[in-house]
């Protein structure tokens, strides 16, 4: 899962090169139980073919294969690295077999993906260009009575309790949306729509997000006076939409 804008099947990430894949695999390793509660809650329960929609560096792929042990994957994204690196993953774990990846922009060419019984796109929708259009090719993608899952953060990370939330990115008209009634729109029933409340004590891996993060905001010395304070956590939101074809 990658939920901060860092290359996810479509081309409008706005990561800082070098870090992107470490941010990714961050997000895999913080957040793997909230991942894997999520999968638990979603309405289907032994997909065969399943799409990774923006899959980053393998944070949902890899859960999503764990879940269902039956299922194989495609995963999308728009970052040859990034792909390259969930290849690797794949074989290190002995799950080559299972994996297969596409190279894609999705606001571009539209890829073939097979009827997926499930199709999830974790912090990936709003960086579309026409996230409308996008949905209703999922809908067209997806096998009948299949599911597809939307998730979403509420923005980057905040890590002391006196953040203020992100401010509104222009680049990313669509973050923070109401996935909800735009499924609608495209011709899902949605069965369900959850919240789920991040707080993730400090840690030597919190450490690491909260250290890539806050100097990007703040500058290297900055970043290093505020990693000395003792209330460091890792906060944010996560909503998950589950809509059936």
């Known amino acids: 899962m990658s939920e901060h804008g860092h290359g996810h099947g479509h081309g409008h990430g706005h990561g800082h090169g070098d870090d992107q894949a470490e941010i990714l695999d961050l997000d895999a390793e913080v957040l793997a ?5 999520i999968i638990d809650w979603l309405p289907t329960s032994n997909p065969r073919h399943v799409v990774d929609l923006g899959s980053g560096t393998g944070a949902g792929t890899f859960a999503l294969l764990a879940r269902y042990p039956e299922a194989h994957i495609t995963a999308v994204d728009s970052s040859l690295d990034h792909l390259q690196r969930l290849r690797q993953k794949a074989g ?7 994996v297969h990846t596409v ?3 999705l606001d571009a060419d539209w890829p073939d993906l097979g009827a997926p019984d499930l199709i999830w796109a974790s912090g990936s929708l709003h960086h579309m260009a026409a996230p409308d259009r996008t949905l209703r ?5 997806l096998a009948k009575d299949g599911v597809l899952a939307v998730v979403e953060m509420a923005g980057m990370p905040q890590f002391f309790p006196e953040q203020a939330p992100d401010a509104h990115d222009e680049r990313l008209p669509h973050r923070g949306a109401d996935w909800g009634p735009k499924l609608t729109e ?3 029933a949605v069965e369900g729509e959850r919240t789920i409340t991040v707080h993730i004590e400090r840690s030597e891996a919190v450490e690491r997000y909260a250290r890539i993060v806050l100097r990007r905001q703040r500058g290297p010395e900055a970043a290093e006076e505020a990693l000395r304070r003792d209330d460091l956590s890792l906060r944010t939101e996560r909503t998950v939409w589950a809509a059936r074809k």
């Open 186 to 188: 495209a011709g899902f």
């Open 92 to 98: 290190e774990r002995g799950l080559a077999d299972r």
């Open 137 to 141: 090719r999922l809908h067209e993608t």
């Open 103 to 105: 190279l894609a922009d």
């Open 33 to 37: 139980a909230h991942t894997a509660d």
